[in-house]
T-cell receptor, first 118, second 111 residues
Framework: GAVVSQHPSWVICKSGTSVKIECRSL??????MFWYRQFPKQSLMLMAT?????????EQGVEKDKFLINHASLTLSTLTVTSAHPEDSSFYIC??????????????FGPGTRLLVL | GNSVTQMEGPVTLSEEAFLTINCTYT??????LFWYVQYPGEGLQLLLK?????DKGSNKGFEATYRKETTSFHLEKGSVQVSDSAVYFC??????????FGSGTRLLVRP
């Protein structure tokens, strides 16, 4: 149980285009999903927290108009990188926290989406 | 603010050696503590966790004990295998449910 999927697993796009990444909790309902960005050989940086049915909360320094997050249901959150540029190339990872979880509840991570902007 | 500090890597060991990866944290309140592992080309997987002081998390031969007095959560394994080669992340979760990660420690186990 507790599987989180991401789609696509990798994407190459041209500069100026938009890319949508989906994050799904397959066998549990997630009140909260998180989006992270990971640069090569570095740690994960939290970008935003996504709650079902409400606006995402962005971390300081993350452009909310650049990285659009939608949490349409208890099993799906999407991250759209708008007008992508080469500096947006990175590994994007989502995680999901189960609906019944307390502060100590585990976050389950998706396998990540590698984005390359040419 | 809350933070996690891990020992610098890479850590290179021979198979069957003892492993310790140090992790210390700074937090207000009573965070939960986690170790995640990232194998090459894969996403993060929860390795173990502890939610209160003196709890010991364990999985796949790995152990870590939540030490409030030293604000530490060191990862240990008695005998590593080549298949344990990966990047290990220590993390804490506070009341906001956000995970704060350490910088990661790369482990390389040689046959």
């Amino acid at each position: 149980g507790a599987v989180v999927s991401q789609h696509p697993s990798w994407v190459i796009c041209k500069s100026g285009t938009s890319v949508k990444i989906e994050c799904r909790s397959l066998d549990f309902q997630a009140t909260t999903m998180f989006w992270y960005r990971q640069f090569p050989k570095q740690s994960l940086m939290l970008m935003a927290t996504s709650n079902e049915g409400s606006k995402a909360t962005y971390e300081q320094g993350v452009e909310k108009d650049k990285f659009l997050i939608n949490h349409a249901s208890l099993t799906l959150s999407t991250l759209t990188v708008t007008s992508a540029h080469p500096e947006d190339s990175s590994f994007y990872i989502c995680s999901a926290r189960a609906i019944s979880g307390g502060a100590g509840e585990t976050q389950y991570f998706g396998p990540g989406t590698r984005l390359l902007v040419l | 603010g809350n933070s996690v500090t891990q020992m610098e890597g890479p850590v290179t060991l021979s198979e069957e050696a003892f492993l310790t990866i140090n992790c210390t944290y700074t937090a207000t309140g009573y965070p939960s503590l986690f170790w995640y592992v990232q194998y090459p080309g894969e996403g993060l997987q929860l390795l173990l966790k502890a939610t209160k002081a003196d709890d010991k998390g364990s999985n796949k031969g790995f152990e870590a004990t939540y030490r409030k007095e030293t604000t530490s959560f060191h990862l240990e394994k008695g005998s590593v295998q080549v298949s344990d080669s990966a990047v290990y992340f220590c993390a804490l979760s506070d009341s906001s449910y956000k995970l704060i990660f350490g910088s990661g420690t790369r482990l390389l186990v040689r046959p």
